[in-house]
């Protein structure tokens, strides 16, 4: 079984650029996670997507952040403009659909190492 | 809130000594769930065991056991025998109920251990 695609691997960008994130969560997971994080802390949660909906976004900049998740598969996420403080690791996540016994078992990508210069 | 705490920043042993790494949790949820995460230095975030807070139950999986205990808010990893390949950042992480009754993670600040030959 396929995991969690992420790309780019690898992203550098001057401040007030713009830049976009891609995830490819596991095939029949209805659940999407997408996470930041900073060089010595855990994750933290930027927003939720059950299929095509939001379930959380508190954590979202919403000045600057933005996500999607078109048709309930792919998603992306994009930052516009990018602070010097977003520097991070970007990670997304996948789980089943709420209600089975391995429902809130995420599964990780590898993740998109942000540098803003 | 729920807040997660791993107050070991790092452990450093020598292989097939046994380590215990701590998580202390704080939680206003009756029903709730536990997590531990294991980030190798590829960086993606590997799940290791979930339980949920009605199952006091030990669990032992190999060379790893959690020990679960609700009356001190405490959920425990002890790694039997380590080897260097355990060598990662493991993370800690407690699930919050959200009002669209969907769960989130909270993650812990992570201990990372050292495992040298």
């Known amino acids: 079984e396929a995991g969690v695609a992420q790309s780019p691997r690898y992203k550098i960008i001057e401040k007030r650029q713009s830049v976009a994130f891609w995830c490819n969560p596991i095939?029949?997971?209805?659940?999407l996670y997408w996470y930041q994080q900073i060089l010595g802390q855990g994750p933290k949660l930027l927003i939720q997507f059950q299929n095509n909906g939001v379930v959380d976004d508190s954590q979202l900049p919403k000045d600057r952040f933005s996500a999607e998740r078109l048709k309930g598969v792919d998603s992306t996420l994009k930052i516009q403009p990018a602070k010097l403080e977003d520097s991070a690791v970007y990670l997304c996540?996948?789980?089943?659909?709420?209600?089975?016994?391995?429902?809130?078992?995420?599964?990780f990508g590898p993740g998109t190492r942000l540098t803003v210069t | 809130a729920q807040k997660v705490t791993q107050a070991q920043t790092e452990i450093s042993v020598v292989e097939k000594e046994d380590v215990t790494l701590d998580c202390v949790y704080e939680t206003r949820d009756t029903t709730y769930y536990l997590f531990w995460y294991k980030q190798p230095p590829s960086g993606e975030l590997v799940f290791l065991i979930r339980?949920?807070?009605?199952?006091?139950q030990n669990e032992i999986s190999g060379r790893y056991s959690w020990n679960f205990q609700k009356s001190t808010s405490s959920f425990n990893f002890t790694i039997t025998a380590s080897q260097v390949v355990d060598s990662a950042v493991y993370f800690c992480a407690l699930s919050e109920a959200l009002n669209t009754g969907f769960q989130k993670l909270v993650f812990g600040t992570g201990t990372r251990l050292l495992v040298s030959p």
């Open positions: 339980r949920n807070s009605f199952d006091e």
């Open positions: 095939s029949g997971h209805a659940t």
């Open positions: 996540a996948s789980s089943l659909a709420v209600g089975g016994p391995k429902s809130y078992e995420q599964y």
